[in-house]
């Protein structure tokens, strides 16, 4: 009986055990069903300006905000945050920055805690909203900056690692002092010395004082340069391990007389590798030892040894992809050069990889090799395909167009096959235009792209209407060796010029089908397309239309344009420009040229006195007629204020005549001005006023350009 009853109390019990369970269980799950229909929980950023809030907020996204977004941040949240907010404060130069957080917990109170590293918030936390509001206090900046022993490079471009050196006013904002950048400009000096050849280069703090009731900060540092080490000569030693010998195949000394460093050390051994990649032996090797030193002054001379271990002899087995879901795998193929069978070639296999990644379908590409035996090697292509559709804004403005918005809708990867479309739309108040381009990358040879285009345009110029639309085909190749683009495609359309106030004269084919074949060369060697200090631009464009190409006028249009920038020092610069432009009907009568064909220079990127268009001929009722040559020059001296804005003074110039018989021109403008930029993610913000110093009857004595965008 009592064993009966014991049965009894422990199966009553294991029940009781399995309801509790499961009603924790259903709490449980309750309580997470409960959270997650909560709204999630939010974060707040102030007392850092506007940008600063903004940029600090997207670092505390990235590192700290969970993807699933939580309804609730709990201490560990929030003391991390503050962390790193403080950490991006002080590398800004606010060394003592306080952080006050305003917690917004679920139990509806609102503690105000002061954020300190040695003192923990309370446990538990559950917080809806987290307020970081924070006090910078005093930047710290360099107030005294001295270099010793620096005889390598001048004193300004050494203080170029340290501080922003462009502009005539030292603001403190650039001259911003903190214990990381100090450490990090100290290591990129010494770098740079070893670069130049200065291999025992040392360089240290020799003296900081700083100041906290003004944040001034001096600081010395002291270089000990060494002795510059140069390359006599270099022997090289071959080993194939193919031979039945230890001695090297090949024994070869190159003169070379250059300064050493490690980076001339890389880029010998990259280039004696390459060398023996095309060969078939992808594991070659090299070693550089010093053979002999000789110290002759102020610089010491190596003659140096490259033992170059080839490796075994490598043929490329399978070429295969992994990753590409929707690219078909016989258009991939096509794209690399190392094929099943060949010797294997780094160099070929590393040119796949290029051409793969420059379709522009895939986020990443990777190239990795499996090896089947010592000496066959798979060839293996990770590809990581990208988003096949992608929306963004365009935004823009102009003193004539005043302002210009639009939307860009690029399609990739269509039909598996890596063809593109864009479409571009865009709306200003003077005119209305789309664009649609359909792209085949990498055909004929694999360099060259087709192309095929649709456009429309509408423009209410400054003496007539210009409505243009129409279509072709064309086909483009990049050559990378030489930075320049070429494209050549054919065009047909129609080009029509109404009416749009009493400036407008009637002279020419005024809506006409045009067929034409149109060249497009550009060679850019400049430092940046947005703000370029140095280098060079050349561009050139040829239409040829006849009636052959079906159209129904005939005529030969060229323009061709260069620019040069010229690096003063650190905060002057000297921008040149130059444009020249002529047309003829050679084979028929002047009126077959239409009217939109003509050239009409002014406005902010050519003759700045002037609106756009306005700078060209006028006829005896001093209404625009248009140019059929003009050449444009352009020259402009930008002074550096702060690394965010500089004025600029410029004089412009236009020379052009009304019809090509008085090539190259009969009458010339002139405008001198100078403005205001600023500079932005997206382009320099452009304020220029331009006077004219010889303007005609009916000319503007001068004009105000407000522009985004370099001029030329």
Do not use: C
Not at 596 to 619: C, I, K, L
Request: proline share 5%; charged share 25%; net charge neutral.
């Amino acid at each position: 009986m009592h064993d009966v009853l014991a049965a009894r109390r422990a199966a009553a019990f294991k029940a009781a055990l399995r309801f509790l369970l499961a009603i924790g269980v259903f709490l449980a799950v309750s309580i997470r069903a409960a959270d997650t229909n909560l709204p999630p929980a939010t974060f707040k950023i102030t007392g850092y300006g506007l940008f600063g809030d903004l940029r600090l907020k997207r670092i505390i996204k990235l590192l700290e905000v969970p993807k699933g977004r939580p309804a609730y941040f709990d201490a560990n949240f929030i003391e991390d945050s503050a962390l790193i907010l403080k950490s991006k404060i002080r590398q800004d130069g606010y060394l003592d920055p306080e952080i006050i957080l305003r917690v917004f917990k679920d139990d509806g109170t609102k503690p105000r805690y002061v954020w300190s590293e040695t003192e923990p918030l309370p446990r538990p936390l559950r917080a809806t909203e987290v307020r970081f509001r924070i006090k910078k206090g005093l930047l710290y900046h360099y107030e005294q900056l001295q270099f010793e022993g620096l005889t390598a490079l001048p004193e300004k471009k050494a203080r170029a690692f340290f501080i922003e050196t462009s502009g005539l006013v030292p603001l403190k904002q650039n001259r911003v002092y903190s214990p990381e950048r100090l450490k990090s400009s100290v290591a990129n000096l010494e770098q740079e010395l070893d670069r130049m050849g200065f291999q025992d280069a040392k360089v240290t703090v020799g003296r900081l004082e700083q100041d906290d009731k003004t944040g001034n900060v001096n600081v010395r540092i002291d270089v000990v340069q060494g002795q510059k080490f140069m390359v006599r000569t270099v022997r090289r030693e071959v080993f194939f391990p193919d031979t039945n010998t230890n001695a090297p195949v090949e024994l070869r000394t190159n003169v070379l007389g250059v300064t050493y460093s490690k980076w001339w050390e890389q880029d010998f051994n990259h280039s004696v590798r390459t060398n023996y990649y095309g060969r078939g032996y992808p594991e070659t090797a090299v070693t550089l030892q010093t053979e002999r030193k000789d110290p002759e002054g102020t610089n010491v001379f190596l003659d140096l040894l490259a033992v170059v271990k080839t490796g075994p002899r490598v043929r490329a087995g399978d070429v295969s992809f992994h990753g590409n879901k929707r690219t078909k795998e016989s258009m991939l193929e096509r794209r690399v050069p190392q094929q099943t069978g060949d010797w294997l070639d780094r160099l070929k296999a590393e040119k796949g990889q290029y051409r793969l990644a420059r379709l522009g379908i895939f986020d990443t590409v990777e190239l990795n090799y499996q090896t089947v035996s010592s000496n066959l090697w798979d060839v293996r292509y990770d590809l990581k395909e990208g988003k096949r559709l992608e929306v963004s804004p365009l935004f823009g403005f102009g003193s004539y167009d005043l302002l210009r918005v639009g939307v860009e809708v690029d399609q990739y990867n269509l039909w598996g096959l890596a063809h593109n479309s864009q479409l571009k739309l865009v709306q200003s108040f003077k005119s209305s235009s789309g664009d649609y381009t359909y792209t085949i990358p990498q055909v004929l040879g694999g360099d060259v792209d087709v192309f095929a285009t649709a456009n429309a345009l509408r423009r209410e110029e400054i003496s007539f209407t210009r409505v243009e639309y129409g279509g072709g085909t064309g086909v483009r190749r990049y050559f990378p060796q030489t930075a320049t683009d070429a494209s050549l495609r054919y065009n047909y359309g129609i080009l029509q010029a109404t009416e749009q106030s009493a400036s407008f004269v009637a002279e020419g084919a005024q809506s006409p089908t045009v067929g034409e074949f149109i060249l497009d060369l550009r060679h850019d060697r400049r430092d940046s397309a947005l703000y370029p200090h140095r280098g060079y631009q050349l561009l050139s464009e040829v239409e040829i239309a006849d009636d052959v190409m079906g159209g129904e006028v005939n005529f030969q249009r060229v323009e061709l344009g260069g620019s040069y920038h010229i690096t003063l020092n650190d905060s002057e610069w000297i921008h040149l420009g130059l444009r020249h432009g002529f047309v003829t009907t050679i084979g028929s009568t002047s009126n077959n040229l239409p009217f939109t064909r003509r050239f009409f220079p002014g406005g902010q990127d050519s003759v700045r006195g002037y609106q756009e268009g306005e700078a060209s001929p006028r006829n005896a009722q001093g209404k625009i007629v248009g140019a059929e040559t003009y050449t444009s020059g352009n020259v402009e001296f930008e002074q550096g204020i702060t690394p965010r804005w500089s004025v600029v003074a410029f004089v412009d110039g236009v020379e052009f005549a009304e019809h090509i018989s008085d090539y190259p021109g009969n009458q010339a403008l002139f405008s001198v001005g100078g403005g205001l930029r600023w500079r932005t993610i997206v382009g320099p913000v452009r304020l220029e006023y331009g006077y004219n110093l010889n303007p005609r009857p009916r000319d503007p004595v001068g004009t105000l350009q407000f522009s985004l965008g370099f001029p030329f």
